[in-house]
């Protein structure tokens, strides 16, 4: 078959100009456009390829080489022979799906226009062509199509079967009644929603174990690219298949930290991981048998925390509403509001994911109190808590750079680089960590120093590692928050049991008072700190020799009988030397979302908290031995009861006193 006709229908396609060619509408700008497109592609032009007359093998059937034929000679006055006995194959795959994908970008163009209007109960169909048609490309590739009168979008499978209240309402947008809904209906929902959770799970299960999640771009799956093969399902199969993929990748275009922290999976309690260190082997040479070095070999332990979601539907009629709602606010060809139960999954799932991102940063492992709602941030440790028990356990000593401000932020995070610079042989791959708040701040301290028009690109010396773009700026930190640390990219790592599991939704009880829950693992991690030391004098004597990560202590420095701990300023404070006998006995403005540690900074009349008022919870009074230690302390928290809408409904809040999370006191 001639190569040039081959690829004037491949161009014709990807140019959207097949239909006007079948319509002859095609005009002179059209002809213009389709011979530099055609250059642009293939490097050679319309005409000289023409003129070479090149035939080239191919699989395509004779019919199909046929129509080829006939469709090129309509547009071009051109004809040929086709080659007889050529058999289907890949190249057909391939243009009928560029020649689909020209017909379904129109039709998504259509779809845009009429999805604002309520469908007709009738289930007219939308599409371009006959509804099979429609049907057929719209499967195929974005799942847009119109409704049938006895199933959604055409697709001839269970879980579009129309008649249910849920799928009715996909059509007419319309509240339902639930005091309507039969006991067999009832059923029929929590069945189906359960059906959908565990072909989801299985759907993100397999795209995980051959690796294939981050095949899952949503934007190029909107538009119909997508290197995953669907060709071994049927139209319905695809269909549904496609939609969990699609609802997959947009969970993964929600802002997220592993980027920065890589996520290891199956952990399912806790595991060790061996680390080593190796000592100095090298010498001049000396003959016998003389032998130099050490390998010390370290274990760290690590685990994960159960977490859990559960939310009770006692009113669905006020959701469906919210449904209904969210329909009109996101009209157009919306991806994640085909039906009720997609609308449930990416709902609850978008808000989870923003509080895992969240708690994957600054999480701590707190014991739940006895009221409705514990803090998110409580459910398991984020990275900070995990770079914390690696300081607590002596692997890390920390460099004491103090809080910083915009005037002293450069300043800081230099002498921290120069520091950390002085006790590694080489600084190749390590990367300074630092609070993406104080992007702004660092930046404009940045541009004041070094000069406002610099890119950041070209300074010299080693201003090149601590310059705002080669910083990895670390997202959901508290804006009060001044922790900084250095360490090769990796290091840091967060913990799952099961990729997924979280959405792993499923629905329990009765249908007027229906909850919706899933239970999942999470932890943070830090693979290799350091050699542990039996005490802090022993670790400060090997000068961070053995360290592998490398952090700052930002604490906020309490005045001379200070009595009172600002708890807007930070979370780490230390004591001062005092005048005289003070004991705390209060932290102002806490926030019940943060655990804060007190660190005694100084002996002389050293600060204590006495087992009383605000603190007679906690286990006994607090009366530090030596400098460092420490004590953690979060808000006690109380149910209370508001009046929305005429119905009392339950919250949470502080009581004004504290609960004692752990200390360390020298013996």
């Known amino acids: ?158 879980a579009f079967k129309r008649g249910s209240f849920w799928t009715e309402m996909t059509v007419t947008r319309k509240p339902v009644n639930i005091d309507e809904v039969s006991p067999a209906d009832k059923k029929a929902f929590m069945s189906a929603f359960n059906d959908y959770r565990t072909s989801f799970m299985d759907r993100f299960k397999t795209v995980h174990e051959n690796g294939l999640l981050g095949a899952l771009d949503f934007n190029k799956m909107m538009a119909g690219q997508s290197v995953i093969d669907y060709s071994g399902l049927d139209a319905a199969g695809e269909y549904i298949t496609r939609r969990s993929d699609l609802i997959i990748a947009h969970l993964r275009t929600l802002p997220s930290v592993a980027g920065l922290f890589p996520t290891i999976s199956n952990v399912q309690n806790k595991e060790v991981a061996p680390s080593v260190s190796f000592g100095e082997l090298s010498q001049g040479y000396r003959k016998g048998a003389i032998f130099k070095g050490n390998v010390d070999f370290a274990a760290e332990i690590y685990g994960v925390n159960d977490v859990m979601f559960k939310y009770e539907f006692d009113d669905l009629i006020k959701l469906e509403k919210a449904y209904i709602g969210y329909l009109n606010q996101n009209d157009g060809s919306n991806v994640i509001k085909w039906a009720f139960i997609e609308y449930i999954m990416v709902h609850f799932a978008t808000q989870l994911q923003n509080e895992r991102n969240r708690r994957a940063v600054v999480g701590v492992t707190v014991p739940a109190q006895s009221v409705a709602s514990n803090p998110a941030v409580f459910g398991a440790d984020g990275i900070l808590r995990a770079i914390q028990k690696k300081e607590d356990e002596f692997k890390v000593l920390p460099f004491d750079t103090g809080v910083y401000t915009e005037a002293t932020i450069i300043d800081t995070a230099e002498s921290f680089w120069d520091q950390v610079e002085e006790t590694l042989l080489s600084m190749d791959g390590y990367k300074l960590f630092m609070n993406a708040k104080h992007r702004r701040m660092y930046t404009r301290a940045f541009r004041e120093k070094y000069g406002k028009d610099n890119d950041f690109t070209g300074v010299n010396g080693g201003l090149q590692d601590v310059n705002p773009d080669s910083i990895l700026w670390v997202p959901n930190m508290a804006s009060n928050c001044y922790k900084m640390w250095i360490t090769l990219p990796g290091n840091i790592c967060l913990l799952e049991n ?170």
């Open 1 to 158: 078959m001639k190569k040039w006709m081959i690829r004037v229908k491949d161009v014709l396609a990807q140019m959207n100009l097949a239909q006007k060619v079948q319509e002859n509408k095609m005009t002179s700008a059209d002809w213009a456009a389709l011979e530099h497109e055609y250059q642009k592609l293939h490097g050679s032009s319309l005409k000289s390829d023409k003129e070479a007359d090149e035939d080239v093998e191919t699989s395509l059937s004779a019919d199909l080489q046929n129509e080829i034929i006939s469709f090129v000679g309509t547009a071009t006055g051109e004809s040929a022979e086709a080659p007889k006995n050529a058999g289907e194959g890949v190249q057909m795959a391939i243009n009928a799906g560029q020649q689909l994908q020209a017909k379904v970008t129109e039709q998504a163009q259509t779809i845009q226009q009429l999805s604002a209007q309520p469908e007709s109960a009738e289930g007219q169909a939308v599409g371009l062509g006959s509804h099979a048609q429609a049907v057929s490309m719209a499967t195929r590739v974005l799942g847009f199509a119109g409704h049938t009168n006895d199933y959604l979008f055409g697709i001839e499978a269970p």
């Open 498 to 667: 099961k990729p997924g599991e979280m959405t792993g939704f499923y629905f329990e009880r009765d249908f007027e008072s229906v909850t919706v829950q899933s239970r999942w693992k999470e932890g943070a991690h830090v693979k290799v700190a350091g050699i542990k030391y039996e005490s802090r004098a022993k670790l400060e004597a090997a000068g961070r020799a053995d360290q592998f990560l490398f952090t700052n202590f930002p604490a906020t420095e309490l005045a001379d009988g200070a009595v009172k701990v600002p708890g807007k300023e930070n979370d780490l404070f230390v004591t001062s030397a005092n005048s005289g006998a003070t004991a705390i006995t209060d932290i102002e403005n806490a926030s019940p979302e943060r655990v804060y540690r007190i660190v005694c900074g100084d002996m002389t009349n050293a600060t204590t908290i006495t087992k009383a008022a605000n603190f007679a919870n906690i286990s006994a009074t607090w009366t530090p031995k030596a400098v460092g230690d420490w004590i953690e302390l979060y808000a006690e928290l109380e149910d209370y009861s508001v009046t929305v809408e005429g119905k009392s409904i339950k919250r949470t809040r502080a009581t004004g006193k504290f609960l004692e999370l752990g200390r360390s006191v020298t013996a």
